[in-house]
């Protein structure tokens, strides 16, 4: 079945990430059966959605595993002027969520799955289909750790998020944090007796914004990356309730996305730092019950292949380009690499046009995307 057929069965299924992702883990199941391929799925705890997992060629280690994210980003409150989950065909461009981010990439690999078949490969070759990856590159995590202790582990993994087809080696981690600050409420006239939690977590904020400044002193940069420095910003605040009140509580969530010299767990613990040894005293000092509490909510490693690496070395190869980039959003890549599966970063569309209304990718870059699958099979049956 051509790619663009099949895009357009897996653009039907909402799955956006808060919804589950089984009916289109069932259709990729079904086709796979139909040529012959045996999967496994690997279940969240609530059983509503799974990553599935499949490999045809040889036993044994090695090999090259070809994965994407099944899940989608909102369309809720986005202008879209086409049905985003149904596919539109308008001036060679394909219309519809995840067209891009990235459904093409999985549309693109079952449609390449007939040319693996074709003759013996002398290489294993996986096949991987997460969920959860918008929301943290969550549901991966159990078929990595399955994949770092199996004998059957690949040597290599092509992650298909849309670069242009560039060949991408590298990008930065991500770890993002909530703090919640919790004061005590007075009225706004007597404000000395209360605890300001929005005043403490400006003060907070205000020290992440010093943080920043600090990561993006010109002898930290990588020019490879573009910001060349790591940042730090804070997303969302919420906090109050009237202006007569003094309030007590305020939260805010902040991120920092990490060159991979950089550890971004270090950015919380400063923060921690400061909290703990100078605006809780001050706070107690008003009230004993004030306090500070910080959460994880998200985290991926960054990611940074060798350039003389194999997986490198198979990429140009298969790009016919040795011209090697990073990209600015985040994969799942570095928790493949962290398992001693060394990965790179191709695939069709532009991240220009993810996660935005009217969201597409043109036909041109599905083709691009077959062909250097069909380079790969045809790699991959020669392999001595």
């Known amino acids: 079945m051509p790619s663009r057929d099949l895009l357009a069965d897996l653009i039907a299924f909402d799955t956006t990430s808060r919804a589950s992702n089984l009916a289109l883990i069932d259709y990729v199941r079904g086709y796979l059966g139909g040529l012959g391929i045996a999967s496994e799925l690997l279940f969240n705890e609530e059983g ?19 994965s994407g994210h099944s899940d989608v980003v909102p369309v809720d409150g986005q202008p879209w002027t086409l049905p985003p989950f149904a596919l539109s065909e308008r001036d060679g461009r394909l219309y519809g969520r995840g067209t891009a981010d990235m459904k093409g990439f999985i549309a693109c690999v079952l449609a390449s799955l007939p040319a693996f078949l074709q003759e013996p490969l002398r290489l294993p070759l ?6 959860d990856e918008e929301v943290g590159c969550l549901g991966v995590r159990s078929l990595v750790e399955q994949l770092r202790a199996s004998p059957q582990r690949p040597a290599i993994c092509l992650i298909g998020e849309p670069t242009g087809m560039r060949p991408v080696l590298g990008h930065k981690g991500k770890l993002a944090m909530r703090c919640e600050v919790h004061g005590a409420a007075c009225h706004s006239a007597y404000a000395p007796q209360g605890v300001n939690a929005i005043e403490y977590a400006a003060r907070l904020i205000g020290r992440l914004g010093e943080i920043g400044q600090r990561l993006a002193a010109p002898e930290r940069h990588d020019a490879r990356f573009d910001p060349p420095f790591s940042t730090v910003q804070t997303g969302v605040i919420q906090g109050g309730s009237a202006l007569n009140i003094v309030p007590a509580e305020c939260r805010f969530d902040f991120e920092m996305r990490a060159l991979p010299g950089d550890d971004p767990q270090a950015v919380a613990v400063e923060l921690r730092g400061y909290a703990e040894d100078e605006l809780l005293p001050r706070m107690r000092a008003v009230n004993a019950a004030s306090a500070i509490r910080f959460s994880e909510l998200s985290a991926y490693p960054g990611l940074f292949t060798d350039p003389g690496s194999e997986a490198a070395r198979l990429l140009a190869l298969l790009c016919g380009s040795d011209d090697f980039s990073t990209v600015a959003f985040g994969t799942e890549g570095g928790l493949f690499d962290a398992a001693g599966i060394a990965t790179v970063v191709c695939g069709p569309g532009s991240m220009e046009q993810g996660h935005k209304p009217d969201e597409f990718i043109s036909l041109e870059q599905l083709a691009a995307c077959d062909a250097l699958l069909e380079r790969l099979a045809r790699w991959m049956q020669r392999q001595a």
Not at 48 to 66: N, Q, Y
Not at 126 to 131: C, F, K
């Open 48 to 66: 509503s959605k799974a990553s599935l997992h499949a490999r045809i060629g040889p036993d044994g280690p090695g090999g090259v595993m070809l």
């Open 126 to 131: 996986h096949i991987a289909i997460s969920y």
